[in-house]
């Protein structure tokens, strides 16, 4: 049922757009309901308003924190069309209806991301901004309620359209998308009090978002996907600004973000580091002073994985690193900025997206990992350890040597990123072998040597890259078999977690390859 708009209540934060949506209403003959500074901008500008405050017949008090929760506002908002009981309700109280309700809240989550204190924080938390939203959506069959300046112009269209009122279509797709604001805001709101208390995971969860893009698809063209916001500030693919190329894809996303975990690993790091993703596993990472050396080293782990792949780079993108790169078919580059010939350069590959990112997320910031599961959600806090504030011990009879202690911090470093079971071979901050997302760890060390012995025949060397290198595997090795793959292909140290029950066994078979292993005390599991 169409329902004509006559009396309209505007109360918002963000001002955009407010003035040419309540002159076109005015035009339409629309009387104008407002509140504190909406109310003074809009006579500002000319326009005839009534404050609410001379409708309650109650001044707003307490620093405006009580101005619109009053049966005279709720009524008007709530009040059925047609009921009698309302209609005599409204009658005996003197309570007018109100047919469109616009209201955007208290910028709660943009104070919260530029780091304001508690107090700020809290009042910046709107209470009669969601109870109006909730009782106007609530109310859809009478009321429009917009709770964002985008839809001004589909309202306004529509009541032009339709002799000034709206459709019962259009105030339920109004209607769901506010309380899905209602919602995404007290999620904001909750997780933010959960981590101001040290409570990050509280007796109920509450997660939402605002949809950022719709996807063509998801992992499969038969998946329907779209990206969403989250209260979470981390710097990311988010946050990056896409310089050129297709859209992105929800494959591409989840890769690029699996690379830019990666990459944050190594951003501290003097030396400029590259990773390689394919299937949200690195399958080549490296670092060196020049980018573009970086890079090189990086596809030379496994050319054959990086064909299709998502490049990133720690250091802005220079025209000789762009040069090369456009050379192989790769879906997404991303850097901390790009020279203007290097983005010359990637302009000419039209499909090829480009990202830029402001920083590296903070490997060790805190956060939460949340994935669903069918009739629930599982949360957990991130992974954030690191190896450089973990203690390796040693607990063979030969200590790694200097060279061989950094490659294994190294190594570590990417198996936190690698699907379990992992296996990583790395040697001169490079990574010479990967094996990835297996159900043996034996299979894990098998697969690895085996890209490496690939590497190896594809760069025209006479051995396999993993001879002299040093393995880490993201959990402990069960048995002693997994390490001893890893001897026979000629690792020379190892780094594990520990803690398994036949670590006795593992250091003994370690002793007799006269291999060198350090024990971290945590595990990488990423399933």
Same mark, same amino acid.
Request: hydrophobic share 45%.
């Given at each position: ?13 963000? %001002? ?118 909730? =009782? ?29 009122? +709206? ?32 409570? =990050? ?38 946050? =990056? ?67 299709? #792949? ?39 590959? %039209? ?19 949340? %994935? +669903? ?63 990835? #997302? ?12 085996? %890209? ?7 760069? #025209? ?67």
């Amino acid at each position: 049922m169409d329902r004509p708009i006559r009396r309209a209540l505007l109360s918002v934060s963000d %001002k955009t757009g407010l003035i040419d949506f309540a002159r076109a209403l005015a035009a339409q003959g629309v009387d104008l309901i407002s509140t504190g500074g909406t109310a003074a901008a809009l006579a500002a500008a000319g326009l005839q308003v009534t404050d609410v405050a001379s409708i309650t017949g109650f001044p707003e008090i307490m620093d405006g924190r009580v101005k619109t929760l009053h049966p005279k506002i709720h009524g008007g908002l709530l009040a059925v069309r047609g009921n009698a009981e309302h209609e005599k309700a409204q009658a005996r109280h003197g309570i007018d209806g109100i047919d469109l309700l616009a209201v955007n809240l208290y910028p709660f989550e943009a104070t919260v991301a530029r780091q304001a204190s508690f107090d700020e924080a809290i009042e910046n938390i709107d209470v009669g901004g969601p109870a109006m939203i909730r =009782a106007a959506a609530k109310n859809h069959d009478s009321v429009t309620v917009i709770v964002e300046a985008s839809d001004y112009a589909a309202v306004l269209a529509e009541m032009a359209a339709h002799g000034g009122a +709206t459709t019962l279509a259009t105030r339920r797709r109004l209607a769901a998308k506010a309380f899905g604001r209602t919602a995404a805001y007290d999620a904001a709101i909750s997780q933010w009090f959960g981590r101001s208390l040290g409570e =990050a995971l509280p007796d109920y969860f509450a997660i939402g978002g605002r949809k950022l893009q719709t996807l063509r698809y998801g992992e499969n063209p038969h998946q329907q996907a779209a990206l969403y916001s989250s209260p979470d500030t981390r710097s990311g693919v988010t946050t =990056a600004r896409q310089v050129q190329g297709k859209e992105l894809s929800y494959n591409n996303l989840n890769d690029t973000d699996a690379a830019l975990e990666c990459l944050a690993e190594f951003g501290t790091a003097a030396e400029a580091a590259c990773v390689i993703v394919k299937h949200a596993n690195p399958c080549g990472v490296a670092i060196d002073s020049i980018p573009l050396i970086a890079y090189r080293k990086a596809l030379a782990c496994d050319p054959v994985s990086a064909f299709g #792949g998502i490049i990133a780079l720690s250091r802005p993108l220079d025209a000789a690193t762009a040069g090369e790169i456009v050379q192989l078919f790769t879906e997404v580059i991303v850097a901390p900025g790009a020279d203007a010939e290097a983005i010359a350069i990637v302009a000419a590959k %039209k499909n090829l997206r480009l990202l830029l990112i402001d920083a590296l997320a903070a490997p060790d910031a805190p956060g939460l990992s949340v %994935k +669903t599961i069918a009739g629930g959600l599982l949360v957990q806090s991130r992974d954030n350890a690191t190896v450089d504030r973990l203690r390796l011990r040693t607990v063979t009879k030969r200590p790694p040597t200097p060279r061989e202690l950094a490659d294994l911090r190294f190594a570590f470093r990417v198996a936190k990123h690698v699907k379990s079971n992992a296996i990583v071979y790395a040697r001169d901050g490079v990574t010479v072998g990967i094996g990835a #997302g297996q159900m043996s760890r034996v299979d894990a060390a098998r697969i690895a040597v085996r %890209k490496s012995e690939d590497a190896a025949r594809a760069a #025209g060397l006479p051995h396999p890259l993993v001879k002299g290198s040093v393995v880490a595997s993201d959990a402990f090795f069960p048995f002693p078999d997994g390490l001893l793959q890893a001897a026979e292909a000629g690792a020379t140290a190892v780094i594990q977690p520990g803690g398994s029950l036949k670590d006795d066994e593992v250091i003994k078979a370690a002793d007799a390859a006269g291999l060198a292993m350090v024990f971290t005390g945590f595990r990488h599991f990423r399933h």
